[in-house]
């Protein structure tokens, strides 16, 4: 049982496809990614990684399984450690699984998820949440990608994930708000969470609930 959409696994394999497509174009540039299937979890994407100092698995809703392998390291060899972890591998596939069917509105959501509408509903909330809380952000965009939920700089302007439109409200606040607060002070250290917790009371609570939504969408 893969928790992966049909979509998404098989994209996976088409990207493996396209890869071995342009290595044939350029043939004299070693192979830098390679797809294996593993035994009962599928499709697993091999990169070679300049910054890998040792083999790293990851297991990502969106992005299937892949393991980051330092350039020294052979594909071969890659493989023949990821299978001693098939035991890792296999219980983080089951639980990125349970995630995303407990949050399975939010994953059908995000599969049609259009970033301007994502983007309209949440600028709104950073300004109600602003005015409500004395807050003046800069600029704000809104991605599509990546495994943060936002981040602010220190001229105040303001990122969030277009993914954060579909998540409970009460749980795109508190990353709204967070951010927020970040626009006033640095880190998170306890000056940060006392003015956060001042104003969201439950607001670890609401971080700790996210994390799942985390796992079932990133
Ligand atoms: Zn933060």
Not at 84 to 111: D, F, N
Not at 135 to 158: D, E, F, K, M, N
Request: charged share 30%; glycine share 8%; aromatic share 6%.
């Amino acid at each position: 049982m893969t928790p992966f959409s049909g979509r998404e696994y098989h994209r996976l394999v088409r990207e493996g496809g396209n890869f071995e497509q342009r290595r044939s174009e350029t043939p004299t540039r070693p192979k830098s990614s390679r797809t294996f299937i593993l035994d009962g979890v599928g499709p697993v994407l091999f990169e070679k990684s300049r910054r890998a100092r040792r083999i790293s698995l990851t297991v990502r809703a969106s992005r299937g399984i892949r393991v980051a392998v330092p350039w020294r390291v052979s594909f071969q060899e890659a493989r023949r450690i990821a299978l001693s972890r098939l035991g890792w591998i296999r219980r983080t596939v089951a639980h990125v699984g349970r995630a995303r069917s407990r949050c399975r509105e939010a994953v059908q959501a995000a599969e049609c998820l259009d970033r301007r509408t994502a983007r309209a509903n949440l600028s709104e909330r950073l300004g109600a949440l602003a005015l409500e809380h004395g807050y003046s952000p800069g600029r704000l965009s809104v991605r599509c990608q990546g495994t943060v939920w936002g981040s602010a700089s220190r001229s105040g302007r303001i990122q969030l994930n277009a993914l954060l439109a579909v998540v409970p409200p009460d749980l795109a606040d508190y990353v709204i708000l967070h951010e927020l607060v970040h626009t006033r002070v640095r880190g998170h250290g306890p000056a940060f969470w006392a003015e956060l917790e001042s104003r969201m009371s439950d607001a670890r609570r609401r971080q700790s609930r996210l994390r799942e939504y985390s796992q079932a969408l990133f």
